[in-house]
């Protein structure tokens, strides 16, 4: 190595270490302790408990053992040993869930090496991105304190960047927190700025799901006897639940064109269709409607992207698409240190025409019926999972502070690292007007 490139690397190092040394001390000292399991039934009582998918019960009792919910309603049966927490003017709410995140998977973004988004080549359909999943992300309690209680972390980079998994957001490992493996196939629909490009990736991306097709056939005729040995392949491999339809295609898309393509695509490969993005899609609600395909809205928050289109554009995206009948859910920008927005997209959705009562569904229920988990989380029903989260009121109000978040019937610590320097600057601010008094 010469002096030129030893020089290159110390200085790299040094700008990591500048950079990485302080995140891990301020990650540490804002590091949670995972939530024990429930020991013991727990009844929450007094509230309004919003189930979301049914009625709004005033003074209401939700009780809840081994992580599952038992029992709603006004005069619930509590067993013996039951924990009765009385929550008299406060909210219920089944815990938020962002559709579309990078949480555990991204940390700095000025630190390559605290990254795990992108793999090698276009095509990756085997990437399983809970493996890589960090339990340790100070981001993780953060959004947790907002209401969040489960994250549908995805990979990306590529034309098939793998696989997504809807992860609960309290426990000490990978294993412990996946809620849902294969969540959804991310594929990145290629911009049609440039036509050349855009046909040759397309090219790429069919050539891909015929070599699966392929692959799929010659493993079934092998195991039927039918064939002779045909060699494992793990990529082509995760391609068959995709074919089966157990796990749908994402489609990352925003423009028309990009829309309606993926769609003909979808129908001619038979598989099932979500489109993420969706920027455009209030254009081709009919298409959208008619193949039953829903939309996860990203950045409701954000301007418009071209010149003629109003202010309002990206605020009023699910209001048009509810008017439309297309099934939808809001997401947010994946941006892991900004996941905590979550409630204020939603919000803004509701502030431009949506419901106020959809807003709240578009980040509870219909992600979690989207995206195939609905049986354990996204609204409060007898035998669905206690990931719930109380409230001083509804969570798409900006002013609503999430008291308490329960993930599995875990009471989850509620001390993350935006509430740590809270509590020190207001200490600061408070020894500063001692001083002044004293003066």
Not at 198 to 211: G, K, V
């Amino acid at each position: 190595m010469n002096g030129n490139a030893m020089m290159y690397q110390m200085i790299k190092f040094l700008v990591y270490f500048l950079i990485l040394y302080p995140a891990i001390c301020i990650s540490d000292a804002a590091a949670q302790i995972p939530a024990p399991a429930q020991s013991q039934p727990i009844a929450l009582t007094g509230g309004t408990i919003h189930t979301v998918s049914g009625d709004v019960i005033e003074n209401g009792t939700i009780l809840f053992e081994d992580g599952m919910i038992t029992a709603i309603g006004i005069n619930v049966e509590l067993p013996e040993n039951t924990r009765v927490d009385d929550i008299s003017g406060k909210h219920v709410y089944p815990a938020l869930i962002d559709a579309f995140s990078r949480i555990g998977i991204f940390e700095i973004g000025m630190v390559p090496m605290t990254e795990d988004i992108n793999e090698q080549g276009p095509v990756n359909p085997n990437v399983k991105v809970e493996r890589a999943f960090n339990p340790e992300s100070r981001h993780i309690g953060i959004a947790r304190s907002a209401g969040i209680g489960v994250v549908v972390t995805s990979p990306g980079g590529g034309l098939i960047s793998g696989q997504s998994a809807a992860m609960l957001l309290d426990g000490w490992n990978w294993e412990e927190m996946t809620l849902k493996s294969g969540a959804g196939m991310i594929v990145n629909w290629p911009s049609a700025a440039n036509e050349e490009r855009y046909t040759e990736t397309l090219r790429e991306l069919r050539t891909a799901f015929a070599d699966a097709r392929a692959y799929k056939i010659a493993r079934q005729a092998m195991n039927e006897g039918r064939a002779a040995r045909h060699d494992l392949d793990t990529r082509w491999e995760a391609m068959i639940p995709v074919f089966e339809r157990d796990i749908p295609v994402v489609v990352n898309a925003n423009e028309v064109r990009q829309i309606q393509d993926a769609i003909v695509w979808a129908q001619e490969e038979d598989v099932r269709l979500i489109i993420l993005g969706g920027r455009d899609a209030h254009f081709v609600t009919d298409h959208l409607k008619a193949y039953e395909i829903p939309v996860i809205v990203t950045e409701v928050l954000a301007s418009p992207s071209r010149a003629w289109e109003g202010y309002d554009t990206r605020y009023s995206l699910p209001a048009k698409l509810r008017r439309a009948g297309v099934t939808f859910a809001i997401s947010g920008e994946p941006d892991a240190a900004n996941a905590n927005r979550l409630p204020y997209e939603a919000g803004a959705a509701a502030a431009f025409g949506l419901p106020v009562d959809e807003a709240v569904k578009a980040i509870t229920l219909y992600p979690a019926e989207i995206l195939g988990i609905r049986d354990r989380v996204g609204a409060l029903e007898p035998g669905m999972d206690a990931t719930l989260i109380i409230t001083d009121g509804n969570p798409v109000e900006y002013a609503t502070q999430v008291e308490q978040v329960y993930i599995r019937g875990r009471k989850s610590d509620m001390n993350d690292m935006h509430r740590q320097l809270y509590e020190k600057y207001y200490q600061k601010v408070e020894e500063w007007q001692k001083i002044r008094q004293h003066q």
